[in-house]
């Protein structure tokens, strides 16, 4: 069993920074691909960023491209996710997610285990 718990939500300012972090338990963290997803209210969640279990291969939603970063600490068991140049658009709960199957996805289907999701809130 795998549990995912966010931190490092909350609000900023249109061009500012935010760093969210998601702690996992569980022996699979290592060898599992891991996402970052949103969902912005009346909205589907989407795909903002994955990486995989090496830390070596990451990809991004051309809306956050150049913006945000995805990294992985495997002997810590975390991943994270440093937003930059923040915009209203961003504005959604984020949620981190566990591919045990290292499948290196897009698709929010593919990811077994999810965090419970940390807000993050962009004001213009």
């Known amino acids: 069993q795998v549990q995912l718990v966010e931190s490092g939500g909350g609000l900023a300012q249109a061009g500012g920074s935010l760093r969210l972090s998601c702690a996992a338990s569980?022996?699979?963290?290592?060898?599992?691909?891991l996402g970052w997803f949103r969902q912005a209210p009346g909205k589907e969640r989407e795909f903002v960023a994955g990486?995989?279990?090496?830390?070596?291969?990451?990809y991004y939603a051309d809306s956050v491209k150049g913006r945000f970063t995805i990294s992985r600490d495997n002997a810590k068991n975390t991943v994270s996710l440093q937003m930059n140049i923040l915009k209203p658009e961003d504005t959604a709960v984020y949620y981190c997610?566990?591919?045990?199957?290292?499948?290196?996805?897009?698709?929010?289907?593919?990811?077994?285990?999810w965090g419970q999701g940390t807000q993050v809130t962009v004001s213009s």
């Open positions: 569980g022996r699979t963290f290592s060898m599992s691909t």
């Open positions: 997610a566990l591919d045990r199957w290292n499948r290196d996805s897009r698709r929010s289907s593919l990811y077994d285990y």
């Open positions: 990486i995989g279990r090496s830390g070596s291969a990451t």
